[in-house]
């Protein structure tokens, strides 16, 4: 499994951006994609899920209302769309894969991307 993230930059406060995660490798029926970031001198911590299948969605409480996840089936990416952001949502943002339906705050995933960056000015 192959997971390429892209789209960080750098953002003024109260911006958009839009990440996307590329997944090759293997058919992704019955996966849950994932969204993680580690903010400097943080630990990596959980931002928004879905499942590959039917789409049922799961996010953190830091990003509900501002982030919306949602995946391209025919594309095979995952995307996260990030507006209002905040200083606090400066990090290096990860996108991850489970080969099991999962919805909830864990690190447990089999497959983790490299990361790509968010800056947001204050």
């Known amino acids: 499994v192959q997971l390429q993230a892209s789209g960080g930059g750098l953002v003024q406060a109260g911006g958009s951006l839009r990440l996307s995660c590329a997944a090759s490798?293997?058919?992704?029926?019955?996966?849950?994609m994932g969204w993680f970031r580690q903010a400097p001198g943080k630990e990596r911590e959980f931002v928004a899920a879905?499942?590959?299948?039917?789409?049922?969605?799961y996010y953190a409480d830091s990003v509900k209302g501002r982030f919306t996840i949602s995946r391209d089936s025919a594309k095979n990416t995952v995307n996260l769309q990030m507006n209002s952001l905040k200083f606090e949502d400066t990090a290096v943002y990860y996108c991850?894969?489970?080969?099991?339906?999962?919805?909830?705050?864990?690190?447990?995933?089999?497959?983790w991307g490299q990361g790509t960056e968010v800056t947001v000015s204050s």
């Open positions: 490798g293997r058919t992704f029926s019955g996966y849950t």
């Open positions: 879905i499942t590959w299948n039917i789409g049922i969605i």
């Open positions: 991850s894969a489970k080969n099991t339906i999962v919805l909830r705050d864990t690190q447990d995933y089999d497959f």
